[in-house]
């Protein structure tokens, strides 16, 4: 999980409704070249797609959205294939990351870790190149470290900087930004974390 220290954002990140259209989707062989937008589009993200985002209170999907919606500067959106075209917290729900009409900065993967590595195609399709997972069933359990190393080839040949899997997640104190599983929220300052260790983290 990473905490980015806080700064006054930018009315382009307090407005993201006035960005441009979504990028072309990202080509196999895309360089990932890590220049001031890739970074400002991973540190300080203007728009936040869950994917497994529910209504259902002790899943993670349900906190991440919660967290999200309760304190996050930029636009979240609500992917989960089996509520498409429902409301949730107040949100439209879409089908697939491809079905979102606005630009994607971060996508935040909570479905079960079988789906994760078509979720990772969508998100290069889509034109995003910034993934957290969250979802666990890899290389952490037996006869999973095979699904992993998939995962991971699949997300470097396509561009897609990924976090995890089988994270809590990151916090961006800059933009408001809490895309993990922690209820108590980080507070501002001036100083990054990144641990390995979620319990860490929390605490």
């Known amino acids: ?54 209504d259902k209170p002790g899943k993670p999907g349900n906190t991440i959205l919660k967290n999200l919606l ?47 590595e078509a979720t990772i195609r969508d998100c290069a399709e889509k034109g995003i190149r910034n993934a957290v997972v969250i979802s666990a069933g890899f290389g952490e359990t037996e006869g999973m470290a095979a699904r992993a190393e998939a995962l991971k080839k699949t997300a470097r040949e396509l561009g897609v900087r990924m976090m995890g899997p089988n994270c809590l997640g990151r916090v961006s104190t800059q933009v408001g930004l809490n895309a993990s599983f922690a209820v108590t929220p980080a507070l501002a300052g001036t100083v990054a974390l990144l641990s390995q260790s979620g319990g860490v983290m929390i605490s």
């Open 70 to 116: 309760g304190g996050f500067q930029g636009q979240t959106y609500v992917v989960n294939a089996r509520a498409a075209g429902q409301e949730m917290l107040g949100q439209p729900v879409y089908g697939s990351l491809k079905d979102i009409p606005g630009k994607v900065d971060l996508a935040v993967i909570t479905i079960p870790g079988q789906h994760v």
């Open 1 to 54: 999980m990473h905490i980015t220290p806080n700064s006054t954002p930018s009315l382009a990140q307090r407005q993201p409704s006035n960005r441009p259209a979504a990028p072309s989707a990202i080509q196999p062989g895309d360089s990932f070249q890590s220049d001031s937008r890739e970074a400002e589009a991973w540190l300080r993200p203007q728009a936040v797609a869950v994917v497994g985002g529910t």
